[in-house]
């Protein structure tokens, strides 16, 4: 049984931005790139949400190294999945 996923608001401010990044700092082809990615990660999850390994600081939290690039974490719930950030690590965290 497939369950749906879901983004939080977080997870989709985190999508725009890195979308934005990649648009400006890379190239049209990286956004789009990186936008395919994360789909075809959502549709594996979603058929397979205990595929990733669980968070060593909270075990109801997985984490998807997508690549070198890209990691994101979500959640199992009863009938869903949640993703609750993603993590481009090309840019630099807020705050530096």
């Not at 994360?38 to 999850?45: P, S, V």
């Not at 190294?65 to 990691?71: G, Q, R």
């Not at 979500?74 to 869903?80: I, N, P």
């Amino acid at each position: 049984m497939e369950l749906t996923v879901e983004l939080s608001e977080r997870a989709r401010r985190d999508i725009e931005q890195i979308a934005d990044y990649l648009a400006q700092n890379w190239s049209e082809r990286i956004k789009i790139d990186f936008l395919l990615a994360l789909t075809e990660q959502m549709k594996l999850i979603s058929k397979m949400p205990y595929l990733y390994k669980a968070s060593q600081k909270q075990a109801n939290i997985r984490e998807c190294v997508m690549n070198k690039h890209v990691v994101f974490y979500y959640r199992v719930l009863d009938t869903s999945i949640e993703i609750i950030t993603i993590r481009n690590t090309r840019q630099k965290p807020e705050g530096f």
